[in-house]
């Protein structure tokens, strides 16, 4: 896998799964983003362990070096859904109100796992021997948070989002804009670049 967005990818669901709370993770559940918090089919309730968590690289504006190199910003949303929990009005006892608003706690806990994150060596497989790795310590920059928002949703799930900012560059078509190194075809796939 030589995607730098799909290293990406692994690097922020291996820091947010490192998250933990009493030596367990803080959540159990963490996906590409695809809409499944969307979906209920029927039951009311996704179809996801909570707290779950999903993560969208959504955009990715790019500038040119020269040399065939380019920096980029990409931005990502990282959502965090929570099941529906107690009320949080002021009549609620503090045990219970203070249960609804764990939420804000575990999105605190992930933005400390995030903001100012870089990835550095990251492993892509575990279960080969050696591991498969791959060093974004030259690629990715660091995590910078812009904003964090609660959605209007029409169920009763709490869902926050927060949206980071992080820098790219990207020199893999320096030598040649023809050639894809470090890409071994397979019967899974294999790239061709059109001359």
Do not use: K
């Not at 803080?26 to 179809?47: C, K, T």
């Not at 575990?106 to 060596?121: K, N, S």
């Amino acid at each position: 896998m030589t995607s730098a967005f799909a290293q990406l990818y692994i690097a922020l669901q291996a820091r947010i799964a490192a998250i933990t709370i009493g030596g367990n993770p803080a959540i159990p559940w963490i996906n590409q983003d695809l809409g499944q918090l969307e979906h209920d089919n029927g039951s009311g309730r996704p179809a996801v362990a909570f707290p779950a968590c999903t993560i969208d690289i959504e955009d990715t504006t790019f500038e040119n070096l020269g040399d065939n190199t380019q920096t980029g910003i990409a931005r990502i949303c990282i959502r965090i859904a929570f099941p529906p929990y107690s009320n949080t009005s002021n009549l609620t006892p503090a045990p219970y109100r203070n249960d609804a608003l764990y939420f804000y706690d575990l999105e605190t806990a992930v933005h400390i796992a995030l903001q100012g994150y870089t990835p550095g060596i990251i492993t892509i497989d575990g279960t080969t021997t050696p591991p498969i790795t791959a060093d974004l310590s030259n690629t990715w920059g660091h995590l910078i948070r812009l904003r964090t928002a609660t959605e209007q949703r029409n169920d009763t799930i709490r869902v926050r989002q927060l949206h980071y900012t992080i820098t790219l560059l990207d020199d893999t078509t320096t030598n040649d804009p023809t050639l894809i190194t470090g890409i071994t075809p397979s019967s899974t796939f294999a790239f061709t670049i059109p001359s």
